[in-house]
């Protein structure tokens, strides 16, 4: 029995040295244009780039960084991707069915929202782009808590702050969503802005001025086809109601903590230089739209369930 529980230590403790958060890294003040080979601009980021980072734009088409010098990365076009909304057929929807029979049984938890980058603001709206533990994106934050709400969706919104604003921050957060998967969760959002030029996320909804949202996936870790899966179908079922309002899906270096669980997604709502407001109405918007697939039946396939990574910190 000693022995059994040795063992079980030392994998515990083994596990937990490895799975500590990747240093996810952003740029100080600049960010990374992204040119095919024609010269045509396909997106802006803050995140340091990689060769091998992806973006699925807008369009679905699906880009691939091969060169990388200074703040200019060299892309190709891979494919153009056709997502789905609805349920389609073959032997993996059968399994999804399957899945979302088993889920719709459970007692759903709710959707927990909290933020690395406690300290992110906006310029126009907070007076400066960065206040360290009560940034504006707190307030996005509270906006897209209580749209969630207004649909019938329970949120449990964590507002720990996880100062400084560094290579350090996700092992910081992590801490806070371990404690998040505590509540079950039926998804975890890390909600963000972005820092590249206002244009790039501002759009015109219903005759007001929104920004439009950002999904980030992290290229490394176990989870990765189980969120990248979750980040398509959401993108599926918003472009359904407000085409072009989701910006597109970065898929970068890193983990971003989503390696503790197979829904977990962050979200850059607009960037520096948008107004807060129009992040806030941006962040109403995404919450009306994705509730069905974040909380609802559209998003039962995926089973709520940590990895045993999870388990290890929860421990």
């Known amino acids: 029995m000693k022995r059994w529980v040795l063992l079980v230590t030392i994998v515990i403790l083994a596990l937990i040295g490895a799975e500590n958060a990747r240093a996810e890294m952003e740029l100080n003040g600049k960010y990374v244009t992204w040119k095919d080979n024609k010269g045509r601009v396909i997106t802006r980021t803050a995140h340091q780039v990689s060769i091998g980072d992806e973006y ?182 918003v472009d359904k109601k407000y085409p072009g309002f989701i910006k597109g899906i970065f898929y970068g270096t890193g983990k971003y903590n989503q390696d503790l669980g197979p829904r977990t997604l962050l979200l850059e709502f607009g960037t520096h230089t948008n107004n807060r407001e129009s992040a806030e109405r941006g962040a109403a918007i995404f919450a009306d739209a994705a509730s069905n697939v974040l909380y609802g039946a559209a998003g039962a396939g995926f089973v709520n369930r940590g990895s045993l990574r999870s388990l290890f910190w929860l421990i």
């Open 56 to 237: 699925l734009n807008s369009d679905n088409e699906l880009y691939r960084v091969f060169r990388v010098k200074g703040e200019a990365a060299t892309v190709r076009l891979i494919r153009k991707e056709r997502l789905e909304a609805e349920s389609g057929t073959g032997l993996r929807t059968l399994i999804n069915n399957l899945s979302q029979m088993r889920a719709e049984v459970k007692d759903k938890g709710p959707i927990a929202i909290y933020h690395t980058h406690s300290d992110e603001s906006y310029v126009p709206t907070d007076g400066k782009s960065s206040k360290k533990g009560s940034g504006g994106i707190f307030k996005v934050g509270e906006a897209l808590s209580k749209a969630f709400e207004r649909n019938g969706v329970p949120v449990v919104h964590d507002k720990s702050a996880h100062d400084p604003h560094d290579a350090m921050s996700y092992d910081r957060s992590r801490r806070t969503a371990a404690q998040l998967l505590k509540q079950r969760p039926s998804c975890i959002l890390d909600i963000h802005r972005d820092a590249v030029p206002r244009e790039e996320y501002s759009k015109i909804i219903n005759g007001e001025g929104v920004t439009k949202v950002q999904l980030v996936v992290g290229r490394e870790n176990p989870n990765f086809s189980a969120n990248n899966d979750f980040a398509k179908k959401v993108k599926a079922v």
